[in-house]
């Protein structure tokens, strides 16, 4: 089978070193394979979405020296989300359930720090119907009814074997934040099987989350993706970077007057690709590509 791969940024905010680290990885891996790179536009967390964010993001990626082959904006594809809604749904796999943060963190014993929230299935079999549990409580979410064993175990390209049980540390995990599924969770499962991607070259900060998107996508009668998770770029603190660290922004760099390749020679040192200082393109880094060079641990910008 061809590779098929992805960026897929979420217009939360301006595309920094962190991001463009992780998108050049995925992007060199694609290629470095003749294969297909897909871009998606991850547009779905309104809250969050910062107006102008998602043409800034195409325009650095642009300037940055990559190119795709497809280009989809998640905003534009809730009919897919909906018909993978309704099938959980019949198949009893969906349920709307009420609970906000508090009540899931005050049912949980005692959370360790870092532990992911548990949910106890509280809302399990206890609404007819989302306008049901909407009129008990508005906005609820949609979860899935994990199965009392779920084990998922696969070996990840970059991070190795995983393995997690969701009943245990999720419990039945949110799918979408919204009526008609279109919600993080789910939208990523379906555009990443309905685009065909092979593999999914993403941050690290995203491997817990994958047992219950491989689950989804098995309840959804299909096979995951492959995945290579990568570690993030992270501040001096140790802390994921971030506003506190300065402004790590291509677009500040590009103010600057720092050349694309100069922001590429420097992420590529970080892999283990380069000397430090040197400047080169996307091309010019192709032959140099070595998933196994980059180190295990996160790269600490500053
Ligand atoms: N859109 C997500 C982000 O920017 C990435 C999701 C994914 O790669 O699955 O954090």
Redesign the pocket.
Known sequence: MSYVGRL???PTGALHLG?VRTFMVAWLRARSLGGKVVFRM?DLDHPKDKPGAAAEAVRDLRWLGFDWDEEYVQSERKDLYRAALEKLVEKGLAYPCICSRRDVESAQSAPHAGEQLHYPGTCRGRFASWREANAARANPCWRFKVPDDAVVSFDDAFAGRYEQDVSKTLGDFPLARDEFGAGYTLA?VVDDLDMGITE?V??DD?LPATPAQILIARSLGRDAPSYCHLPLVVGPDGRRLAKRHGDTRVASFREAGWSAERILGLLAASCGWAEKGEELSLAALLPRFDLAAIPKAPFVYG
């Open positions: 897929a940024p979420s991001n991850e990523c999914v993403r941050g995203l």
